[in-house]
């Protein structure tokens, strides 16, 4: 069964230095891997997201992930964090292959201070 | 620019109540999904639908029901609520169409539920 692991539930950085949300996967083929965002009172929304083309996804405001086939992870990045990316992140995998049926992690809430 | 639109953002219910949470979209999405979402838990599928009239089960159905009977509302129904179900209720939609854009949802704010 298709299944992601957020590794950390907070993570806490200060403005301006880097960001890693650590995601890591258990698929039984190749999977699609997404990473979505919730701001406070907000619907989620899709940061990016990996369907087998380049393993370096580039996604909204700043953030990009890397797809390790061999370390079956997924991790978020950012170089710098600003103090609007305070949110919760989803790390989410297709459940089944051609669906839309989406597997959701447990969540890793981003704190950012000044 | 796309809406999920859910009808109340809270809304508080007695044990035993049947209570109603609306969903509608106006992409002309097919799917459409109800999950909930708890901390530590993250989300979890509940009911999902691919057509009017038509449903599906997700991982955590029991207790739930759900309605499609136009294609852009999908009702979730707690036949009589309990304190368990207390929750933050989110309804998402998708594109059916082949290729990448059918993997997109698009979520709604949430219905955060209270069951006293």
């Known amino acids: 069964a298709q299944s992601v692991t957020q590794l950390d539930s907070h993570v806490s950085v200060s403005e301006g230095t880097p960001v890693l949300l650590r995601c890591n996967y258990s698929s039984s083929y190749s999977p699609s891997l997404f990473w979505y965002v919730q701001h406070p009172n907000k619907g989620l929304q899709l940061l990016l997201k990996y369907t087998s083309a380049a393993t370096l996804v580039k996604g909204i405001n700043g953030f990009e992930a890397e797809f390790k086939k061999s370390e079956t992870s997924f991790h978020l990045t950012k170089p710098s964090a600003h103090m609007s990316d305070a949110a919760e992140y989803f790390c989410?995998?297709?459940?089944?292959?051609?669906?839309?049926?989406?597997?959701f992690g447990t969540g890793t809430r981003l704190q950012v201070f000044p | 620019d796309v809406k999920v639109t859910q009808s109340s953002r809270y809304l508080v219910k007695r044990t035993g109540e049947k209570v109603f949470l609306e969903c509608v979209q106006d992409m002309d999405h097919e799917n459409m999904f109800w999950y909930r979402q708890d901390p530590g838990l993250g989300l979890r599928l509940i009911y999902f639908?691919?057509?009017?009239?038509?449903?599906e089960k997700g991982d955590i159905p029991e207790g739930y029901s759900v309605s499609r009977e136009k294609k852009e509302r999908f009702s979730l129904i707690l036949e009589s609520a309990s304190t368990n179900q207390t929750s933050m209720y989110l309804c998402?939609?998708?594109?059916?169409?082949?290729?990448?854009?059918?993997?997109?949802?698009?979520f709604g704010s949430g219905t955060q539920l209270s069951v006293l």
């Open positions: 998402a939609s998708s594109f059916a169409g082949t290729g990448e854009t059918n993997e997109k949802l698009f």
């Open positions: 989410v995998v297709i459940g089944a292959a051609g669906t839309d049926k989406l597997i």
């Open positions: 639908s691919y057509d009017v009239k038509m449903k």
